[in-house]
Every structure is written in C-alpha cells, then in structure tokens.
C-alpha cells in the first residue's frame, strides 16, 4: 500500500503543476484581450489595457523579488528568473503594440489624441511651454550626478528623467549624467484647452512636456541622450508581528520604507540609449532581462486620467444601476431589516445587486435603539468609506463597537490603520486579529435586545466592506438571523480578540482550523462516490487554485470518475489539459470576477459553501477565513444558477485552459455568441 506522500508524488509525476507566477501573466493576457475586442467601447478597451499594467505593477512588487534573489544568489539554476521576465516582456510587447497600433488610431479616428510635441502646433506648443514655466519647472530639481551629488533615491514607480550633459558645468567640470525626479503631485495627463485644440480632444503627457523642455533645466549645457525611466520596487512589508509591541506603529513606519525596496524593474523609452540603460542596470543592481523598453508612455496606468478628461460617455460602457436587492424590497417601504431576517436568510448578488441593502442593515443597527453591540471585521473598506461613519456613529450613540482591522492587507495599510485611529478615538475597542495570521474573514454582527433575550444578526460574504468595489466586482452577501450561524459568528469575534480556544462551530468552517481539512474531506467524498458508481460532481469557483494538498485531491477525484468543472479567474496550477474529468475556465468580464462558491454532489448528498477563501495555501493555512453552508433550498438553487450554470455556459467572456496552462476563449457551438453571464445577469436584475 503506497504511503500518502508516494501517492502524491505519482500524481504529480502524471500531472505536473504549472507555474503559479507564469499562469498570473497568462491571466493578464485575458484581462488585455478585451483591450482588443471591437465589441467593447474605445475607452473601456484604454481602462483594460491600463488595468494590465496595474496587475502588473502589483506582480512585480509581490512576486519578482525572490526570482532575482535566487539569481543574484546564483541559486536559479533553472532559469526562472529569466523565464519569468521573459513571459513578461511577450505580455508587455503585446501590451504596447495594441496601444500604438491598435487604439491610438481608433482614439484619433474620434478625434481623441495624444499629441508628441512634433505634432503641435506652434500655438499649442505655446501653451505647453507657458505651462511648463508656470506648473511644472518650479518644482524640478535637478541633480548633476558627482561625489557630492550621489545618484538620488528614486520613489516606487515614479516618473525620473536621466539626460546625458555635454560641455562643462559652472565650476568647469564635465558630470556627464543628471536626474530629475518628476513630482507625483503633478497630473501626468493634460487636455489642451479648446482654444488651441480646436474640435478635437487633444491631451499631452506630462512626460511629453517635461522631454521637450529638457534644456530649460540644464542652461549652459547641451543635453544628448535622455531617457524617461520608472524603477519598480519589492513593495511587501517586512514587520516581525512576533518582535514589535506596537504593530500599528511599526506598520506606519514601515509604510515610508516601502517606496525604496529592492528594485525589481526598469522600465525606460524604446529609444533609450545603451549606455543609459546600462547606466541604470548597474545603478539598480539588475540583470539585462529586467529592464523594459516601451514604445510611448512607462506608466500606462496614468492613462485613466485620459478617460476621466476625455469625458465621452458614448465610448464608456452604458451605465449600470444595481438594482436593490430584491429579498430586502420592504426595507424600501419603511420596513425593519431586523423583522425580515427573522422570517428567513436573505442573499445579494454584487454588483447586479446594490451594496446600499448592507450599508441599510447596518444604518438600522446604529440607530435602533434595541441595538447594544455591533462587531466587524475590516480588511478593505477604502479611504472614503460609509460603513466606517456607521461604526463611529454607533459608538457615540452608546453601542458597543467592536472592529477587528487587519493592519496587514496589502496596499491598504495604510487606509486601514487610519479607520483603527478614528475608531479608537471615538471609543470603540479596536484589535487586530491574531498574531502570524490575516484576517480574511468579512463579518458583521448586531446584537439587539428583544424582549427579555438577546439575539444575533449577522452578515457574511465573499468580498470586502468596501462600497466602491462593491460596484465592481462580483460577491455573495448573506444576511441572516440563524441562531447556530451567528453564535459561531460572535465565537470567532470572541477568540479574535481574546485569543480563547474556539469551541466547535456548527455551521461555520474555519481556517486556519477545520477549512482545509474539510475542503480536502469533501473532495475526497465524491470520490468515493465516483469510484463506487454512485456519480461525484464538484463545481468550484474561486480567484486562484494554487493549494497543492486541494489540486492533488482533485486530480484523484477526477481520475476517480468525478465530474469536475473549476472556474477560476486568475492563477490555477492544475494541469486540466491532461486530465479526462477536470475542466477550467476563466471568465474575464466588465466587472472582476470575485465570488467563491463551491459545489459538491457525492452520490444523493448535496452541499453548496461559501467562502472568503481561495483555494491557495496562504489562505488555508496563514490566514482566518470563514466558509458556510447554504441550507435554503431556494437560495442554494438561485446560487447555482447565477453563479455556477450561467458561468459554465458563458460562450463570449469565458476561457477555457488548454495544454502547458495557457487558455483559448470559448467557441460558441453555434457560431454566434449569446450573451456573456454578466449581461445576462445584469439584464435580469435591470428587469427587477
């Protein structure tokens, strides 16, 4: 009898995992895709392509650093530094050569442009010139590279120029390379007014402005070979929790440090000399295969100013107004959101349906006066955010206020540490979770006094408390009032806090305790089903499959017989190419795909779950993460068939992996594609 490790082994022996890293960029091919596609507004197309180099900028800050560690270690003998750059390059080259080619003619065709300065006219480089004089040069210093002058520390991402000087400077010397820091609190897109523009919407890049005035900050001098560059830098945060008494503290101090980390990238302009580039190489301490030469602007992101200014609805997408959530339709009329749950659990479907039926029920609980206590959980709730005034109202109004923040949600730290500030100022008892661990979880729960008992409201979801994302991705909400639910609810607030042994939940599956194990459990269930005749079905949707423990169990189930379709929108590492029972696909859509929904059918039992958790070790093992079990009926079937059906028979936004984990967008059987699963359901819901 094989041990488990053996039968590991042989499985992946058949199957070999792709590589997380090489399968995030393959999903970025997805996400630019839609920058090409003729169906889709000129300006959405612009959003998606400077989505692209968001993810992008967000990949090499997480995952680039330990690549080029091994590198400069000598320890990648396998080469994955240089496959990893290299996928990256492809992406980028396609990236730019759809900007240039494909939707800068398509903008001018209507009569958007982006004008270079050899393109304007002697009046619009009047207007450019007395701009730059006025806005932009008094905030540039520039810095002739000498002993005393050492190349300067250069912020994350932020746009510098590097100029080659010829001649001598004002003491006689020949420094032959200066830098000019370009400061972010400048707009790095401008419209020319109509005065000089004329019928057309014309913009320049501020990059644009600050190139043709180069020798403006350099009187006296000649100026040769220059280069815009952007330096990319390791953004994630090294904070001992195990060291540190304060981990608040340590975070914002952290925060500063994290602009300068170790640079990963250089990006410059595709006529960037080689001795610049060189230059900048050595100067950052990176290999030939990190640096990126572009063909127009290094940060593309920037390019949703252009959008904003452009200000043409009709080549946006047509707005969408969620609708309220239907089960919550009496709240409209004056009704108690507290009444309603007791006669039943009540789901929302992002953003088809509105975020404004959460914000309602926790409004209620502020101002009910039968409301004692209210507890949350917060990872991302953004900078400008209602929930955050809900809870600082509550506090002042007598309730008990408890916030659970998780100081460590990357990118968000800092938003996150200044809610705990104003939470804790008002009063309210503010932690932070446990200690090694993120905490993942969304949760939301009110106590309120009825009669002489207490009882629980709770809410769970698939997504943050972050009204802004709410419009724009896909997420599950639950409320209920299920007695055996919220009292894990409030067991979970309780060892957040405290830290006590957690005692044994009765509708709740927990990690890092009891999710993996039973995730792994139910796999293994239908494949017992599977190998005995009884028929095994699993369909699971989720952000990313990286857990190598969860893919081996699906790879047994499928070789057990076990019918199983994944849908995962970005990193998977199962190999479905090679199995007989295993599908994957992604769906890429005008809005971020977000929910995890997980369906198991072993023989006559049936159970759908769902969760805060992709299926990745971090968020099995090294993160709190909460899963439920749908018991409704009715709910679950509505669930089924939004979340899982209409996403399985999605034949115009859907991907289907194939061999080496690269994917293929789905051939419509017949001919003509239908409507994607988002429009259906956004038509459905415009309908309620």
């Known amino acids: 009898m094989p041990t488990a490790a053996a039968d590991t082994a042989a499985i992946l022996a058949r199957y070999p995992l792709h590589d997380r890293d090489l399968s995030i960029l393959d999903f970025n091919h997805r996400v630019l895709h839609w920058a090409e596609r003729p169906d889709v507004p000129l300006l959405e197309r612009l959003r998606y392509l400077c989505i692209v180099s968001s993810n992008l900028d967000e990949f090499f800050e997480v995952r680039a650093e330990p690549h080029l560690t091994a590198w400069r270690d000598g320890a990648d003998a396998s080469g994955g530094m240089r496959q990893l750059m290299a996928a990256a390059h492809q992406l980028v080259d396609r990236q730019y050569a759809i900007y240039n080619e494909v939707l800068l003619p398509a903008m001018a065709a209507r009569r958007i442009r982006i004008v270079s300065h050899l393109d304007r006219s002697e009046a619009q480089r009047k207007w450019v010139r007395d701009h730059f004089l006025r806005e932009v040069k008094p905030l540039l210093v520039p810095v002739a590279l000498d002993p005393a002058h050492p190349f300067p520390l250069v912020a994350n991402k932020s746009l510098n120029f590097i100029v080659q000087l ?51 900050l350099f009187p006296g001098r000649e100026v040769g070979d220059f280069s815009h560059f952007r330096v990319t830098r390791d953004s994630d945060m090294s904070v001992d929790e195990a060291e540190v008494k304060n981990l608040r503290t340590a975070l914002r101090q952290e925060l500063h440090q994290r602009h300068y980390g170790e640079a990963v990238r250089v990006e410059v302009s595709s006529a960037c000399s080689e001795e610049l580039a060189s230059f900048l190489l050595r100067q950052f301490k990176l290999p030939p295969e990190a640096l990126f030469k572009v063909q127009g602007p290094v940060n ?75 507890k949350q959980t917060i990872y991302r709730t953004g900078n400008d955010s209602r929930m955050m005034d809900l809870l600082i109202d509550a506090q002042q109004r007598g309730k008990e206020v408890t916030a659970v923040v998780e100081l460590k949600a990357r990118f968000d730290e800092e938003a996150n540490i200044n809610w705990a500030e104003h939470l804790e100022r008002a009063g309210a ?87 993996h194990k039973q995730m792994l459990a139910k796999i293994e269930a239908v494949a017992q089903a599977a190998r005995k005749g009884q028929g095994g079905r699993i369909v699971a949707k989720m952000n990313a499959l990286t857990d190598e423990a969860l893919i081996v169990a699906l790879l047994r189930a499928g070789d057990a017989g076990a019918k199983i379709d994944l849908i995962v929108r970005g990193a998977c590492m199962l190999p479905a190419a090679l199995t007989h029972n295993i599908r994957v696909r992604s769906i890429i859509g005008r809005f971020l795909e977000h929910s995890r929904v997980f369906y198991f059918r072993a023989g006559a039992d049936e159970q759908l779950w769902l969760s805060s958790a992709d299926w990745m070790n971090r968020n099995m093992l090294r993160r709190v993460e909460t899963a439920w079990q749908v018991t409704d009926y009715a709910m679950r079937q509505r669930i089924v068939d939004e979340c899982l059906l209409a996403y399985l028979h999605d034949e115009r936004d859907a991907w289907l992996m194939g061999v080496g984990g690269h994917y293929h967008s789905v051939v419509p059987a017949g001919g003509q594609p239908g409507p994607g699963a988002q429009d259906a359901l956004m038509a459905r819901y415009r309908a309620n």
């Open 166 to 216: 010829k001649g001598k400077d004002a003491f006689g010397r020949s420094n032959e390379i200066a830098i000019v820091k370009v400061p972010r609190v400048l707009p790095r897109v401008l419209r020319l007014p109509e005065r000089v523009a004329g019928q057309e919407a014309l913009f320049v890049m501020l990059s644009s402005v600050v190139r043709a005035h180069l020798p403006d």
């Open 300 to 374: 593309l992101v920037r390019l949703q100013q252009l959008i904003q200014l452009a200000d043409e609805q009709a080549l946006l997408f047509a707005p969408y107004r969620a609708s309220y959530p239907v089960q919550l339709a009496p709240l409209a009329r004056g009704d108690s959101v507290f009444e309603r749950l007791r006669r039943g659990d009540v789901l929302i479907h992002q953003p088809f349906e509105s975020f404004d039926g959460v914000i309602d029920f926790l409004r209620e609980a502020v101002h009910d006066p039968l409301v004692l206590a209210i």
């Open 429 to 515: 008892q503010v932690v932070y979770g446990v200690v090694g661990l993120k905490t993942h979880a969304k949760m939301l729960l009110v106590t309120r006094r009825e009669g002489r008992q207490l009882r629980r409201y709770g809410h769970l979801s698939t997504g943050n408390y972050n009204p802004r994302t709410a419009a724009l991705y896909t997420d599950l909400s639950m409320l209920t009032a299920d007695a055996r639910l919220t009292s894990d609810m409030d067991q979970l607030f309780v060892h957040l806090a405290s830290h006590s042994r957690l005692p044994r939940m009765q509708r709740m599956l927990l990690a890092p305790f009891t999710l």
